[in-house]
């Protein structure tokens, strides 16, 4: 490293260090508004962290950074070429829209085990053994074969241990790549990693806000082998991902769902905010029960109502997000869904919950979401 007046360039020494010990993205001090920039002030910190991690530690802020998927899918693809246990992480409560489509053909032969994040969300009478049953079919439903399913929540600890031991038991001597869509607790699983596996004095940034980790960044193991914690993807088909920064508290639940039952005649409308709408079109009087965010309010009317509600109170009383921020948001699109007779289903919203159909009469329902929003049925998961 070069010195000059026998001192240590500063700028010198952060080249050196090369990647934000927060989320691995190369270091740079040129352009305040690129990523992995650091303002002169803390450039002698230890560790170096980008000023966009900083701000994630310290004030629960980040800024949104683009980032060049194709050459994160060129790096994913990486994997196979590899003898590595592959741990995907997955977030319970947006199941369909965290999973990694055609993970398979990326990952080659290398096992995987797939880890369902955010089970503290679902309410506690949930039979576990059911829900695992669940995830296992949906996985095979999605291309996936999995070496294991671990339900867990990693805010919460639990069942933590369990994924601990299990990739001790499937990962022998190889490295371990963590891979996940943004947001679903990859990096706070990853700090929980580091402390069972590894004396690395550092924790990857952690945040509510999606696209944390910028690039890969690789964990020392003792016994020479690393856990990979590789960026997340990003899937635009979760509205998530669309809805301004001020609204995810409201769509993204921290607590424990609290299962909302509606009975509904044919003809009638629920609101979820001003982001997305529910219309009973046809059918028997029968009970839908919401899985949402408690913060997200909901509002019920009649059908022929609804356009009129949706035009005059959208940003209001249909909130959130506000009208201004509704208009940058993709126009809705409508999804229209038979539910058969006597089907146990859920009409699914990516990054917004599910609606759990109860009716053993069947119905045809309307769900409008802004486009590009994954909208499915499923098999029920409660």
Not at 284 to 301: K, M
């Amino acid at each position: 490293m070069a010195e000059k007046g026998g001192t240590l360039s500063l700028t010198e020494t952060v080249r050196e260090r090369l990647n934000c010990a927060g989320c691995g993205i190369a270091l740079q001090f040129d352009r305040p508004d690129a990523p992995g920039y650091v303002p002169e002030a803390a450039r002698d910190r230890e560790p170096v962290i980008c000023q966009r991690c900083f701000r994630i530690k310290n004030y629960n802020d980040a800024s949104s950074v683009a980032i060049d998927q194709d050459d994160f899918l060129r790096f994913l693809g990486g994997i196979a070429a590899t003898s590595s246990l592959v741990v995907h992480i997955v977030d319970l409560f947006d199941f369909e829209g965290s999973v990694i489509s055609g993970l398979q053909r990326f990952v080659g032969n290398n096992p995987v085990l797939l880890v369902v994040n955010k089970i503290d969300l679902l309410p506690r009478v949930t039979n576990l053994n059911r829900l695992r049953n669940w995830v296992q079919k949906q996985a095979s439903a999605n291309g996936l074969k999995v070496a294991d399913v671990v339900l867990c929540s990693a805010r919460r600890n639990t069942g933590f241990d369990r994924v601990v031991d299990r990739i001790a038991e499937l990962r022998g001597d190889r490295d371990v790549y963590v891979v996940g869509a943004t947001n679903v607790g990859k990096s706070t699983l990853i700090n929980r990693l580091i402390s069972d596996y590894s004396d690395l004095k550092r924790e990857v940034t952690v945040s509510r806000y999606p696209g944390t980790t910028l690039d890969a960044i690789r964990i020392p193991l003792d016994d020479g082998k690393s856990i990979i914690d590789t960026p997340g993807i990003v899937y635009r088909s979760r509205l998530s991902e669309l809805v301004p920064r001020e609204t995810l508290p409201a769509v993204m639940p921290d607590k424990p769902l609290k299962p909302l039952t509606y009975q509904l005649n044919s003809r009638q409308t629920i609101f979820f905010g001003g982001l997305a709408r529910f219309d009973f079109v046809e059918g028997e009087r029968q009970s839908f029960t919401l899985y949402v965010s408690s913060a997200l309010p909901v509002h019920r009317t009649k059908m022929e109502k609804a356009d009129e509600l949706y035009e005059v109170h959208r940003g209001d009383m249909l909130s959130p997000p506000s009208r201004e921020q509704l208009d940058s948001l993709p126009a809705w699109t409508r999804h229209s869904l038979r539910i058969p007779k006597n089907a146990s289903l859920d009409i699914f919203v990516s990054g917004l919950g599910w609606i759990q159909a109860n009716g053993k009469s069947g119905a045809q329902v309307d769900i409008y979401a802004p486009k590009g929003v994954k909208v499915l049925l499923r098999d029920s998961m409660l």
